[in-house]
T-cell receptor, first 114, second 115 residues
Framework: QKEVEQNSGPLSVPEGAIASLNCTYS??????FFWYRQYSGKSPELIMF????GDKEDGRFTAQLNKASQYVSLLIRDSQPSDSATYLC??????????????FGPGTRLSVLP | KAGVTQTPRYLIKTRGQQVTLSCSPI?????VSWYQQTPGQGLQFLFE???????NKGNFPGRFSGRQFSNSRSEMNVSTLELGDSALYLC??????????????FGEGSWLTVV
């Protein structure tokens, strides 16, 4: 059973701080990793994806991947109250021409306090 | 460019009935996948279709089925509904090709309540 684990939270940070969200996965062969944000009562929306070891930055968001440790994280700089949501880590356990089968973590609930 | 469109958005069904949900992917996307989200089990993969063929399947009973049409639109069907089938059903679209072809984009979902 391929698994993705996250701390369920809630993680509370003050406005303007850096929020750090962590995720570990069990399938060592996984190649692509995704972060989604989900507001209450809404569907998940893609924040970013990462395929290679290291950091990938997109605006206030930075994804970090360490395949040796089977660990992926998401940093949110200058956190805003509008960032308050559940953040879902997802791993695609099927690759290339085999399509996709995403395994999602349970999500971390982030609360940014004004 | 229009996003993923799912219909209906909300529905209530009785145990034992069946339900069909519809999904139109992002224009040009050929892969459609379906997910079930419940508070207890989280987001779980049901199946993926690409060019009218089921390419991947999750661990759900045979009551859950789907299909894809030549225009990439997809439907999923749940027969003999059970109370535990109450969930948010999410359709996701991806190009299905190329280096980022497996990046999925979700529709707004169909909220199913079984009573």
């Amino acid at each position: 059973q391929k698994e993705v684990e996250q701390n369920s939270g809630p993680l509370s940070v003050p406005e303007g701080a850096i929020a750090s969200l962590n995720c570990t996965y069990s399938d060592r062969g996984s190649q692509s990793f995704f972060w989604y944000r989900q507001y209450s009562g809404k569907s998940p929306e893609l924040i970013m994806f990462i395929y290679s070891n290291g950091d990938k930055e997109d605006g206030r968001f930075t994804a970090q991947l360490n395949k040796a440790s089977q660990y992926v994280s998401l940093l949110i700089r200058d956190s805003q109250p509008s960032d308050s949501a559940t953040y879902l880590c997802a791993v695609n356990i099927r690759e290339g021409n085999y399509g996709q089968n995403f395994v999602f973590g349970p999500g971390t609930r982030l609360s940014v306090l004004p | 460019k229009a996003g993923v469109t799912q219909t209906p958005r909300y529905l209530i069904k009785t145990r034992g009935q069946q339900v069909t949900l519809s999904c139109s992917p992002i224009s040009g996307h050929r892969s459609v996948s379906w997910y079930q989200q419940t508070p207890g089990q989280g987001l779980q993969f049901l199946f993926e279709y690409f060019s009218e063929t089921q390419r991947n399947k999750g661990n759900f009973p045979g009551r859950f089925s789907g299909r894809q049409f030549s225009n990439s639109r997809s439907e999923m069907n749940v027969s003999t509904l059970e109370l535990g089938d109450s969930a948010l059903y999410l359709c996701a679209s991806s190009s299905g090709q190329g280096a980022t072809g497996n990046t999925i984009y979700f529709g707004e979902g169909s909220w199913l309540t079984v009573v």
